[in-house]
């Protein structure tokens, strides 16, 4: 008689601890419908002439509508934006993954009221939004030479995440045993030797999950290129296509055209690199 209540009294509790799983699975159905709404809508859109959108936004293409694409590289120098942006995001991941890891392993590394205080300093520049110094640093790159040049926005990002990144790679350095490097040392591995061929593959999550964060907003970034590029020339991809965006009209067909060109990449790295970015970021969080 004891069993069969306490068999019945299991079987209630089991049902009730599905409950919150239930509805964490509801939620998160919930929020993938909101999150891929604006994605859907854009590729319906990119496939409909202009008049079809402003008709009826939400009803789906009657048919394979292509000419949004062929105006949008023939009614603007589209080419040169994805061009303009292929350089700002690679050029800038390359020196980001090269500079970040390098500052983070000698703050970590090295222990000291320097480095401490190098650490807090770049953290305090998290705490600082960008609009609230966007004037002044533009007025910098100009006493630079550097505005009008994709040379300023690389270097402006490549410094905005120095503070982001090393935070990441200071948290995922302390789960690296130091024994590894010391048995390299003994092996007769210089500092950079030691860094590049045995600490800098381990940190190989990490750097996927930099790569993903920083290039997706760089690649989509929109007010930086506006801003600091010179006009009347190809920007970069956002940038371009807002100039279809006017005061009294707009060519919508373009404008989803051309964000739907712009998501394909993004959505391609994202992909190829989910695993690492994941694995990443949980990495950092626990260890940091």
Request: glycine share 6%; aromatic share 14%; proline share 5%.
């Amino acid at each position: 008689m004891n069993k069969t209540v306490l068999s019945d009294g299991e079987h209630k509790l089991h049902k009730i601890s599905k409950v919150p799983m239930i509805l964490l699975l509801i939620v998160t159905a919930v929020a993938a419908v909101i999150f891929l709404f604006p994605v859907f809508f854009a590729l319906i859109s990119a496939f409909k002439s202009n008049g079809d959108i402003l008709k009826s936004p939400m009803a789906l293409p009657t048919s394979v509508y292509t000419q949004n694409f062929k105006d949008l590289f023939s009614q603007s120098d589209f080419l040169g934006a994805i061009k303009n942006s292929l350089i700002l995001t690679v050029v800038s991941e390359i020196l980001i993954v090269c500079i970040v890891p390098m500052a983070a392993y000698g703050i970590e590394r090295r222990a000291s009221k320097v480095t401490s205080v190098i650490y807090t300093y770049f953290l305090a520049g998290m705490m600082i939004p960008f609009h609230l110094y966007m004037f002044p640093l533009f007025k910098e790159l100009k006493m630079f030479g550097l505005y009008g040049t994709l040379t300023g926005p690389i270097l402006c990002y490549v410094s905005g995440a120095v503070a982001f990144g090393s935070l990441m790679y200071c948290s995922f350095l302390k789960g690296i045993p130091l024994e590894i490097e010391e048995a390299a040392r003994i092996d007769g591995c210089n500092p950079f030797q030691v860094f590049f061929k045995v600490t800098f593959p381990l940190l190989a999550p990490c750097t996927a999950s930099m790569v993903v964060l920083n290039g997706l907003g760089i690649w989509n970034d929109f007010l930086m290129p506006y801003l600091v590029l010179p006009s009347g020339q190809a920007k970069t991809i956002t940038a371009e296509v807002y100039s279809f965006v006017g005061q009294y009209t707009a060519r919508w067909d373009i404008v989803f055209a051309g964000t739907v060109i712009s998501i394909v990449p993004a959505l391609v790295i994202f992909i190829c690199l989910q695993k690492y970015f994941v694995k990443g970021i949980t990495a950092g969080a626990a260890k940091g």
